[in-house]
C-alpha cells in the first residue's frame, strides 16, 4: 500500500502550509492562547492582527469550512484527504480553524437532516456566517450523555427548553447552540434524546464563565 500524497495532494498541502504561515502573526506558535496553549486564556485570532489586517482575520477559518461538503452546499469538495492535510496543518501551527459548525454540526446535518435543513444551513457553516457551541455535558452528567436532564417540550410550533449545559467553550461567542436534549421522558435513557438547535439570542439563554 502507497501512503504517499499525490501530486495534486502535495502541491494542497504545500499551498495550506504556506497560507498559514503567512497569515498568523509572528510568534503565534510560542505564544498561541490557544489550545494547547490553554483553555483558560483564550484569545481569537483578530486580537493578534494589527487593524489593517483585520478584516482577514476569518480567513483561515472560512478555507477550513469551505474545506469540507458538496460544492451544491458551498463547499468546495475537497477530498478526505485533503480536509485531514488541512486539520494537521492547522494543528501543527497551532492555528484556529474550523470549530463545531465545520467539524460537527455540518458533517451531521449532511448525513441525517432532510433537505431543507441542509439547504438552511450547509451554505450558511460554509460561508462561516454560523457559529456553533457543544451544548451536550451538564453539571450532574458529565460525559454521560445518557444522563442528560435538559428537557425540551413541544408548544406549538415551538420547543420549550429547561436544563443547563457545561464545559462550552467559546458559548460566549457563538451564535448558536448545537444541543442535545431529552425529548422523552418515558424512553429508556439512551433513548429519547434530540439534536436541536438553539440560537442564542432566544429568551432566556444565560451564558457565564
Avoid at 85 to 96: D, K, M, Q, V
Amino acid at each position: 500500500m502507497n501512503f504517499q500524497f499525490s501530486s495534486a495532494q502535495e502541491a494542497f498541502y504545500q499551498e495550506v502550509d504556506s497560507f498559514i504561515r503567512k497569515e498568523l502573526p509572528a510568534g503565534w506558535t510560542q505564544e498561541s492562547h490557544h489550545w494547547p496553549g490553554g483553555y483558560g486564556r483564550y484569545r481569537s485570532l483578530r486580537s493578534w492582527l494589527p487593524p489593517e489586517r483585520s478584516s482577514d482575520a476569518g480567513s483561515g477559518r472560512k478555507a477550513g469550512s469551505q474545506s469540507r461538503g458538496p460544492k451544491e452546499y458551498g463547499g468546495s469538495g475537497r477530498s478526505h484527504i485533503e480536509q485531514a492535510i488541512f486539520h494537521e496543518r492547522l494543528s501543527y501551527y497551532r492555528a484556529p480553524g474550523p470549530g463545531i459548525a465545520t467539524l460537527i454540526v455540518g458533517p451531521t446535518i449532511l448525513s441525517f437532516g432532510n433537505e431543507e435543513q441542509k439547504k438552511e444551513w450547509l451554505p450558511r457553516i460554509a460561508k462561516e456566517n454560523s457559529r456553533f457551541w457543544l451544548a451536550y455535558s451538564e453539571p450532574g452528567a458529565g460525559s454521560d450523555l445518557a444522563s442528560i436532564q435538559t428537557r425540551a417540550v413541544e408548544d406549538g410550533d415551538d420547543l420549550v427548553i429547561n436544563g443547563q449545559k457545561t464545559w462550552s467553550s467559546a458559548a460566549h461567542l457563538s451564535d448558536y447552540a448545537w444541543m442535545l436534549v431529552r425529548t422523552d421522558s418515558i424512553a429508556s435513557p439512551r433513548k429519547g434524546i434530540s439534536l436541536v438547535v438553539v440560537d442564542n439570542r432566544s429568551k432566556g439563554i444565560t451564558v457565564r464563565p
